[in-house]
Every structure is written in C-alpha cells, then in structure tokens.
Nanobody
Framework: QVQLVESGGGLVQAGGSLRLSCAISGRTAVSYYDMGWFRRGPGKEREFVAAVKWSGVDTYYSDSVKGRFTISRDNVKNTMYLQMNSLKPEDTDVYYC?????????????????WGQGTQVTVSS
C-alpha cells in the first residue's frame, strides 16, 4: 500500500506562484514509482497537469501549463513538487497527486494506481 499526501495549496493573486508538494510513503521502494499531478474542479473531468518518471529525468506537461509549471522530485525525501508560476484564474482547481509503478500507463489518463486527497489552489483575478 502506498500513501500520498499533498500540501502547499492556497490562495494567490493572478501572476503569483505556489509550490505544491506530494509526499509518498509505503512499504515498497516508493522512489521507483512514477508520479504525476492532475486537477479537477466541481463538475469537471480530471485533467492531466504534469508527470515525472521515477528517475526524475523525464518530465511531461499538458499544453495548458507548459512553460509556467515545473515538476520535480527528490527521491531522498520521497517527495514530488509542482512549482507553479504565472498563475491564472483558470488554474483554480483541486490538485491531486498520483503514483504508479511498473504498468507503463499513459500518463495523461486517470488510470494511476494511487491518489492523494487533493489540495485546493485558488487564483484570484
């Protein structure tokens, strides 16, 4: 079993920055899990934001955040980060951390094996 805990959400003005964190823990070698971020607001579909392979070398972004958000991970701390810059009101959402191991899933789909509880990000105009 793997647990994911997000933190770092909050309220920020448009153009501002936030950094989300996702701590992964469990009885397996969690540093070998691929990890990602999704977001979903009320009545909306879950939307892929970014993903990072277990090594931290390969990263993937949705077109809507590319150039503004940066995903990274620290496998010593077993924590993944999402640095969000130049935030827009349309980035307002609940952000979820996801993790998976060994299944070679398509990262943009919501078929990840493990999910966090989510953290709210609100960007005011």
């Amino acid at each position: 079993q793997v647990q994911l805990v997000e933190s770092g959400g909050g309220l920020v003005q448009a153009g501002g920055s936030l950094r989300l964190s996702c701590a992964i823990s469990g009885r397996t070698a969690v540093s070998y899990y691929d990890m990602g971020w999704f977001r979903r607001g009320p009545g909306k579909e879950r939307e892929f934001v970014a993903a990072v392979k277990w090594s931290g070398v390969d990263t993937y972004y949705s077109d809507s955040v590319k150039g503004r958000f940066t995903i990274s991970r620290d496998n010593v701390k077993n924590t993944m980060y999402l640095q969000m810059n130049s935030l827009k009101p349309e980035d307002t959402d609940v952000y979820y951390c996801a993790a998976d191991f060994g299944r070679n899933i398509d990262f943009v789909t919501p078929y990840w094996g493990y999910w966090g509880q989510g953290t709210q990000v609100t960007v005011s105009s």
